[in-house]
């Protein structure tokens, strides 16, 4: 079946401007993550949703970030006022359920670039 | 705050040699503990998950292994290929949140 997709693969943005990075989990997945990974920082978690509960947002790095998951399928992730150090490859993972020690599935990325 | 740390950053090995690459942890408290391969400008790719009731999990040439009490977890390549060459990272999962925490990963290479 289908694997967890991202778009846009790459977004290169100025300075200043918002952004949009959408993630389509796989179909039947109740958890949805989001997770950064740039360079001289790894890879660090964002946010993930769990069904209908409140998201745990404490990996988001500040009130620029924001994510939201529509119907409990589809996400988006938004930045606002992009910044230089934003420029990463942001990417989704899905499972069936979080917190239940399920296998975590990744998508291939969007990277982002803030000029 | 879990740590998560890989030894070595980077290794280059002759094809066919068999290996080892090191993950250590430092709270114990974690659900599991997954390996997964990156290649370049690519996504995760998950290869191996042990529960923190097990001691190891294989695959085909992988094996990995964890001790919880001492906050280590092994990944041991047998035969190795060229085609083995990418990132590999270790992740645990904290019973505190369903998160994973990264290691910063080793660069394996496998020369032909």
């Known amino acids: 079946g289908a694997g967890v997709s991202q778009s846009p693969s790459n977004k290169v943005t100025e300075k200043g401007k918002d952004v949009e990075l959408r993630c389509d989990p796989i179909?039947?997945?109740?958890?949805l993550y989001w997770y950064r990974q740039s360079l001289g920082q790894g890879l660090e978690f964002l946010i993930y949703?769990?069904?209908?509960?409140?998201?745990?947002k404490s990996g988001l790095p500040s009130d620029r970030f924001s994510a939201e998951r529509t119907g409990g399928s589809v996400s988006t992730l938004t930045i606002q006022r992009t910044q230089q150090e934003d420029s990463a490859v942001y990417l989704c993972?899905?499972?069936?359920?979080?917190?239940?020690?399920?296998?975590?599935?990744f998508g291939p990325g969007t990277r982002l670039t803030v000029t | 705050k879990q740590e998560v740390t890989q030894i070595p950053a980077a290794l280059s090995v002759p094809e066919g040699e068999n290996l080892v690459l090191n993950c250590s942890f430092t709270d114990s408290a974690i659900y599991n503990l997954q390996w997964f391969r990156q290649d370049p400008g690519k996504g995760l790719t998950s290869l191996l998950l042990?529960?923190?009731?097990?001691r190891e999990q294989t695959s085909g040439r992988l094996n990995a292994s964890l001790d919880k009490s001492s906050g280590r977890s092994t990944l041991y390549i047998a035969a190795s290929q060229p085609g083995d060459s990418a990132t590999y990272l270790c992740?645990?999962?904290?019973?505190?949140?369903?998160?994973?925490?990264f290691g910063e990963g080793t660069q394996l290479t496998v020369n032909p």
């Open positions: 993972a899905s499972s069936l359920v979080a917190g239940k020690s399920y296998e975590q599935y």
């Open positions: 949703f769990q069904g209908n509960s409140a998201p745990d």
């Open positions: 992740a645990t999962e904290e019973t505190s949140g369903s998160r994973l925490t």
């Open positions: 042990i529960q923190s009731s097990q």
């Open positions: 179909s039947g997945h109740t958890a």
